[in-house]
């Protein structure tokens, strides 16, 4: 990326035959480059996010924290009275067994009003149901399809970098996360960083680690592309090491590891998408690999990691290139972040869902960003 001996120019006053020549020649792979998804004519495609009234909450009645939680986000979303759904679980273990999944599921499609397209779960335990994720079981009910045993594919998602703003409306599917956190303080915590984050509109980086772990750093592909196709809107650095240190201006770090350290001594800003590639990353209730919720607690808004064994396709990882570009043009935490997932059967999404902080859809060019030639 240092391009010493070419002169640097801004990415985008250069004529846009250029920067599609650069782009279909050297990025094709990347969806930023593809004409397909997210085109204006897909269905759902319109200029309003995903907002309080498209958002239920799924409170769990037997568990003193979850009925505090959603009490506390419905107030800071001020998410609609009838958006409550109510069901009635034993809390605090990890795994839901299918039985069981099954009639909460029923609880809540008995209570689920049309208009909702997509839940924050108020809980960080259950975090899976047999052999998915509960937010994937919860946005398309349990399906063995989603599973694999071994090194397999597992079934697509339709809202992969889909233009739609409605998922259940043109898909079926209702996108779900966790509002996760330790305790009651560390959620609540969270959800005041997604309400901040709106609008905000923030100066920060952009952080992209090219690591040593060969198996874990496969999404690297795609990080020249993001840092060319996006220069002219956000500052992005790739960087070839195992850890970021002491940095205040984080708003997206991706990378590969089984365990990140120092993570904490960085400042995140509000609306930051933080994940690692590794196995376990969302066995929230500890492994011996890091868990997602590290993340949270270190100050990011959003995370993501498997539930079981994955394997190390990027299709089961949220692809940092169709993150970022949605979340720039306004998409909300939950619709940024699912739809960089392909295959989502074993991956869990956590964090406040609403946080938007591009939400205006005006996402200026960034003065001091430069593409090096």
């Known amino acids: 990326m240092t391009g010493t001996d070419r002169p640097a120019r801004t990415w985008h006053t250069l004529p846009v035959r250029i920067r599609w020549l650069a782009c279909l020649l050297s990025l094709a792979q990347l969806s930023a480059c593809n004409a397909t998804p997210g085109s204006a004519d897909q269905p759902g495609s319109t200029a309003e996010p995903l907002g309080p009234e498209q958002l239920a909450i799924v409170v769990n009645d037997a568990d003193p924290v979850s009925v505090r939680v959603a009490d506390y986000y419905r107030s800071a979303r001020r998410i609609p009275a009838e958006n409550m759904i109510h069901v009635r679980f034993t809390p605090g273990r990890a795994l839901m067994p299918q039985g069981e999944f099954r009639q909460v599921m029923a609880a809540v499609n008995r209570q689920v009003p049309s208009t909702v397209q997509a839940y924050a779960l108020a809980w960080t335990l259950p975090y899976r149901v047999g052999c998915m994720s509960i937010t994937t079981a919860f946005a398309a009910g349990f399906d063995a399809d989603f599973c694999a045993q071994g090194?397999?594919?597992?079934?697509?998602?339709?809202?992969?970098?889909?233009?739609?703003?409605?998922?259940?409306?043109?898909?079926?599917?209702?996108?779900?996360?966790?509002?996760?956190?330790?305790?009651?303080?560390?959620?609540?915590?969270?959800?005041?960083?997604?309400?901040?984050?709106?609008?905000?509109?923030?100066?920060?980086?952009?952080?992209?680690?090219?690591?040593?772990?060969?198996?874990?750093?496969?999404?690297?592909?795609?990080?020249?592309?993001?840092?060319?196709?996006?220069?002219?809107?956000?500052?992005?650095?790739?960087?070839?090491?195992?850890?970021?240190?002491?940095?205040?201006?984080?708003?997206?770090?991706?990378?590969?590891?089984?365990r990140v350290a120092d993570i904490d001594t960085n400042r995140y800003r509000p609306g930051a998408l933080?994940?690692?590639?590794?196995?376990?990353?969302?066995?929230?209730?500890?492994?011996?690999?890091?868990?997602?919720?590290?993340?949270?607690?270190?100050?990011?808004?959003?995370?993501?990691?498997?539930?079981?064994?994955?394997?190390?396709?990027?299709?089961?990882?949220?692809?940092?290139?169709?993150?970022?570009?949605?979340?720039?043009?306004?998409?909300?935490?939950?619709?940024?972040?699912?739809?960089?997932?392909?295959?989502?059967?074993?991956?869990?999404?956590?964090?406040?869902?609403?946080?938007?902080?591009?939400?205006?859809?005006?996402?200026?060019?960034f003065e001091n960003q430069t593409a090096q030639w």
């Open 274 to 365: 933080a994940d690692h590639l590794t196995s376990a990353g969302g066995k929230l209730d500890g492994s011996r690999q890091m868990s997602s919720l590290r993340w949270l607690e270190a100050g990011a808004t959003g995370s993501y990691g498997s539930v079981v064994e994955p394997c190390a396709f990027v299709q089961k990882f949220p692809r940092p290139d169709i993150a970022i570009d949605r979340y720039l043009d306004g998409e909300t935490l939950i619709e940024a972040y699912w739809k960089s997932v392909e295959w989502p059967g074993q991956g869990l999404f956590i964090g406040e869902p609403l946080a938007a902080p591009f939400a205006d859809h005006s996402v200026p060019a």
């Open 151 to 258: 090194c397999k594919a597992t079934r697509a998602s339709p809202y992969f970098d889909s233009a739609t703003r409605r998922p259940h409306d043109d898909h079926g599917w209702r996108p779900a996360i966790l509002l996760a956190g330790t305790d009651f303080a560390a959620v609540q915590s969270l959800i005041d960083r997604g309400v901040s984050a709106d609008g905000s509109r923030p100066r920060g980086s952009g952080y992209l680690l090219s690591t040593r772990d060969r198996a874990r750093n496969v999404r690297a592909r795609f990080f020249p592309g993001i840092a060319l196709l996006q220069s002219d809107r956000f500052r992005f650095e790739i960087i070839e090491a195992d850890v970021l240190r002491h940095r205040t201006d984080v708003l997206f770090y991706f990378t590969g590891r089984a």
